[in-house]
């Protein structure tokens, strides 16, 4: 892996050429040349695409604000959910009746007479709400439930087309009230979708306009197209149902994705690129055991590794060593599997201020296992309630902060800089709380205020797929790969602790940047 050093803070970009020609006319990827009718297309040539090959599409393809790339919204962003069965109905008979019509439609309509039913059941018991409930209802849902069925592979698309400088949106035949939650979390700035007439803030019941059903979607992008000065003939579109094949119609570069049996047809005989993401699924009842065993060898592990070296006496012996044995039996116990680039600078210099990004409560499992001992952290003080993790920090000596009393905060930081002084490595997490996708969050100024006055150097450590391992707010694990880059040390000696704002954005979109453009290495 290359060196990224950002001296006195200022920090590379990534440089991506820009080709205003059509690959479809200039060669471009294989799978979206244009055959001939009759040219020999094979099935696997018409299905399988990789999302980098994807990616590969939207960077050598035509770039600007006049390039749409629209998204339809169930199915191919976020995964849906499925009606909940009657035990589930007879166990939690009190759920709020329109937060379930809310949640249960996100799915998606997969036929006319399913979505009728959507629509007149939603003016029925919509009738008379007023529009505030159900904004806070939607945006309530979204952070609780919703945010874990979003597709990581429709972020990393999204992240790509906004980075060609593309026009984002996102189209669907639900409401706003499901739709703009997920849509503001991921940054796409403009929504279709169907309208629900209101009168003085009140729902009345009626859908105002053409609902965004079949050719209603289609429509709906062909009028913002037109009012925007959209070039639809060399813009994207991906979407997964039959339904929505006039929507895939509308661009020159449509995409199915999550395909129905009939939009794969469709694909096959248009020669359309065709992508598959993984699902988005509730628990199963392994993941469950996995869980359960990953905590048992958590526990396990810390206790061998603080009886491995009692006899020292000494506490950063016996911490250095719980963390070691508890990440490892951890990792070996939920068949999670740790990838690390740029291994060398986990281990030098030190001390340093490692900063990283944060999604998933698995995050601390996975940095302990990177960076082995020497460290301790910064957390929030809630964690002092969790059970297992709060007892186990207590004893790596973790510094614990009220994010709520910004006074008190500081005064808890101060100790900080001695023990960095004193040789041991700080880790923290600068956004500050975790996110329920892979987007990187603002960072605060803490960290880097401690390195400047500790005179230690910032090394990142971006960490790739550890919320698909453990959502943001689940404790259950499920098995698979989470990636670690850690990326050169940061000289910090430079900055001006009062002005700092532009070089602390330069750290954070390295993190942005490593996500897109994962370095290979060890």
């Known amino acids: 892996?290359?060196?990224?050093?950002?001296?006195?803070?200022?920090?590379?970009?990534?440089?991506?050429a820009t080709r205003?020609?059509?690959?479809?006319?200039?060669?471009?990827?294989?799978?979206?040349?244009r055959r001939r009718p009759g040219a020999g297309i094979t099935e696997q040539s018409a299905r399988a695409i990789t999302l980098d090959e994807a990616v590969a599409a939207i960077r050598s393809g035509p770039q600007g604000p006049e390039i749409a790339a629209v998204f339809d919204f169930g199915g191919t962003v976020v995964h849906g959910f499925d009606p909940p069965s009657l035990t589930r109905r007879l166990l939690r008979p009190d759920r709020d009746p329109v937060a379930a019509g809310l949640l249960g439609s996100i799915r998606g309509a997969r036929s006319e007479g399913e979505y009728e039913r959507f629509l007149q059941h939603t003016m029925h018991a919509w009738a008379g709400l007023p529009e505030h409930r159900l904004e806070e209802l939607g945006a309530t849902l979204f952070q609780r439930t919703v945010y874990g069925h979003l597709y990581p592979e429709?972020?990393?698309?999204i992240r790509e087309h906004e980075t060609a400088g593309h026009t984002l949106v996102l189209v669907s035949a639900l409401t706003r009230f499901q739709v703009r939650p997920a849509a503001d979390e991921l940054g796409i700035p403009t929504v279709l979708c169907t309208a629900m007439a209101a009168q003085d803030g009140v729902l009345t019941g009626h859908v105002e306009g053409k609902p965004l059903w079949r050719n209603g979607k289609a429509d709906a992008v062909r009028r913002f197209a037109l009012a925007e000065g959209i070039d639809l003939t060399r813009s994207w579109v991906y979407a997964d149902s039959a339904a929505d094949l006039p929507l895939l119609e509308v661009a020159g570069r449509p995409v199915a994705v999550n395909p129905d049996p009939r939009t794969v047809l469709e694909a096959t005989e248009k020669e359309w690129p065709i992508l598959?993401?993984?699902p988005r699924t509730t628990?199963?009842?392994?993941?469950?055991a996995r869980t359960v065993a990953g905590f048992a060898a958590l526990l396990g592990g810390a206790l061998f590794g603080v009886a491995a070296k009692a006899h020292t006496k000494q506490r950063r012996e016996m911490a250095d060593s719980l963390l070691n044995y508890a990440a490892e039996s951890t990792l070996r116990g939920t068949g999670v599997r740790v990838r690390v680039t740029g291994r060398e600078y986990a281990r030098a210099p030190r001390p340093a201020v490692f900063i990283f990004n944060h999604q998933s409560q698995f995050d601390m499992v996975v940095v302990a296992e990177v960076l082995g001992g020497g460290i301790t952290g910064i957390a929030k003080k809630e964690i002092t309630r969790n059970p297992i993790f709060g007892p186990l920090m207590r004893f790596v000596e973790v510094t614990f902060i009220d994010r709520a009393d910004t006074a008190a905060a500081k005064a808890a930081l101060a100790p900080v800089v001695q023990t960095l002084r004193g040789g041991?490595?700080?880790?923290?997490a600068p956004e500050g709380t975790r996110s329920r996708t892979p987007r990187v969050g603002a960072f605060k100024k803490g960290a880097f205020h401690i390195a400047i006055q500790a005179g230690v150097p910032i090394i990142p450590v971006v960490i790739r797929n550890a919320g698909e391992i453990a959502w943001r707010d689940s404790a259950v694990v499920r098995k698979g790969v989470v990636d670690v880059a850690v990326l050169p040390p940061i000289d910090v000696s430079g900055w001006d602790p009062a002005a700092m704002d532009a070089d602390i954005e330069r750290v954070r979109q390295l993190f942005v940047d490593t996500l897109l453009e994962w370095p290979t290495g060890d």
Not at 154 to 157: K, M
């Open 20 to 33: 205003k020609t059509d690959p479809a006319r200039t060669g471009g990827p294989a799978y979206l040349r």
């Open 276 to 278: 598959h993401f993984r």
């Open 154 to 157: 429709a972020w990393r698309l």
């Open 424 to 428: 041991l490595s700080i880790v923290i």
């Open 1 to 16: 892996m290359s060196a990224r050093r950002i001296p006195g803070g200022a920090a590379p970009t990534r440089s991506r």
């Open 283 to 288: 628990p199963r009842p392994t993941d469950y």
